[in-house]
């Protein structure tokens, strides 16, 4: 698959790559902050309780270019009993701004029995307290 469109910016769908690997990067550090009977709990092996892509967005501010180098930040900003909310934003070395935002649902998966399932008490906490500071009143999550 090709990276640029005729005009030489990077697709669209190469921002919901590097959303996505920024996403996993940053749930794999948060889960491995928790306490270790907690990290269990969520295995990310298809089996048992994870977490499911259930929303993502993205807005592009500015074309990005090939080769380029970014930065993906994600953000903790809700949570509720069977998901939460993130925020992303992606920063171009080359440009030195800026590129894309946007914002991502996770769920809480019950793999074996093939539906949505809460998060336990303890997750919820330990979610809680690593919510950014700058997390606004609740949306409409």
Same mark, same amino acid.
């Given at each position: +698959? ?10 669209? !769908? ?17 889960? %491995?902050?928790?306490? #270790? ?21 993205? !807005?592009?501010?500015?074309? !990005?270019?090939?080769?380029? !180098? ?15 909310? +993130?925020?992303? +934003? ?8 800026? #590129? ?28 809680? %307290? ?12």
């Amino acid at each position: +698959m090709d990276v640029q469109d005729p005009n030489d910016h990077v697709t669209n !769908t190469v921002y919901f790559k590097w959303a996505e690997a920024g996403r996993l990067w940053f749930i794999a550090a948060l889960f %491995a902050s928790f306490p #270790v009977h907690l990290q269990k709990e969520f295995r990310g092996n298809g089996a048992g309780k994870g977490l499911i892509l259930g929303f993502l967005s993205n !807005t592009y501010l500015r074309p !990005t270019f090939w080769p380029d !180098t970014v930065l993906v930040a994600h953000k903790l900003v809700e949570v509720k009993e069977r998901k939460f909310k +993130m925020e992303f +934003m992606i920063y171009s070395y080359a440009q030195q701004l800026q #590129v894309g935002k946007g914002d991502a649902i996770l769920a809480a998966y019950d793999y074996d029995a093939l539906t949505s399932c809460a998060l336990s008490p303890e997750i919820i906490s330990e979610l809680r %307290a690593r919510l950014s500071p700058s997390a606004a009143a609740p949306s409409k999550l």
